[in-house]
C-alpha cells in the first residue's frame, strides 16, 4: 500500500485550474498530471470540463452567462474537494478573465494555480477529433472559443504549458515538478 505524502492535508491542498483552447491539451495534461501525482503518493482528483458539463452543468449552454455559471459551479465543487485536502485539477477553456477571477476568489488566491495551456489556434484546430472546429466555422456551433466567442488569455498565469513547442510528455512533467515544489513549499 502506497503511503500518501504527510497524509495530504488541508493546508496542503490547492486547485491547478487549466484554461486554453478546446483541442489545447487540457484534458491529457489534466489526466497525466493526475496519474504522476498518484504515482508518488498525492491525494488528487480531475474535474474535466467535458465530464462537468454533462455531470453538473447540462443545464446550461454556451452564452458569456452560462460559461460563468459552469466556472461558478466548478468552482464550489473545487473548493468542497480542496476541504478534504486533496488536490484538484481542473481543465476547463474557461475564457474569460471574469470567469477565472471568480473561481480564483472561491477557491482562495493560495490556493489556485492559473495554468495556461498554450497553443495557437490553427494548431488547436489541426488537432481537433470531433470536428468542433470545422461545425464552429460552418455555424453549426455557436458561441464556439476562438471561432465565435472570445478567448482571453490569461494576463499572469502562474505556470505556461506551451503545448505546441513541447511534446505530451514534457508538458505532464512540466506542471508536475511545478505542482510537486508548490508542495515542498506549503510545509
Not at 44 to 56: A, M, Q
Not at 85 to 103: C, D, F, N
Not at 139 to 161: L, R
Request: hydrophobic share 35%; net charge neutral.
Amino acid at each position: 500500500m502506497k503511503k500518501h505524502i504527510e497524509a495530504h492535508n488541508v493546508e496542503r491542498s490547492f486547485v491547478v485550474w487549466m484554461t486554453g483552447y478546446s483541442s489545447s491539451g487540457k484534458t491529457t495534461i489534466a489526466t497525466g498530471l493526475n496519474i504522476r501525482l498518484s504515482e508518488v503518493g498525492v491525494l488528487s482528483e480531475v474535474l474535466d470540463g467535458d465530464v462537468v458539463r454533462r455531470d453538473i452543468s447540462n443545464d446550461l449552454g454556451f452564452s458569456h452567462t452560462d460559461r460563468i455559471e459552469n466556472i461558478r459551479r466548478v468552482a464550489n465543487v473545487a473548493a468542497d474537494k480542496l476541504d478534504k485536502g486533496k488536490i484538484v485539477i481542473v481543465s476547463l477553456i474557461s475564457p474569460y478573465t471574469e470567469g477565472r477571477l471568480l473561481a480564483k476568489e472561491i477557491c482562495g488566491d493560495d490556493r489556485f494555480i492559473e495554468t495556461f495551456i498554450s497553443s495557437p489556434l490553427d494548431v488547436c484546430e489541426s488537432r481537433d477529433v470531433k470536428d468542433l472546429y470545422k461545425k464552429a466555422r460552418r455555424g453549426m456551433v455557436k458561441n464556439f472559443t476562438g471561432i465565435s466567442d472570445i478567448y482571453q488569455e490569461p494576463k499572469d498565469p502562474d505556470i505556461i504549458i506551451p503545448t505546441n513547442t513541447l511534446t505530451e510528455k514534457e508538458s505532464i512533467g512540466l506542471l508536475f515538478n511545478y505542482v510537486m515544489e508548490r508542495l515542498k513549499s506549503v510545509r
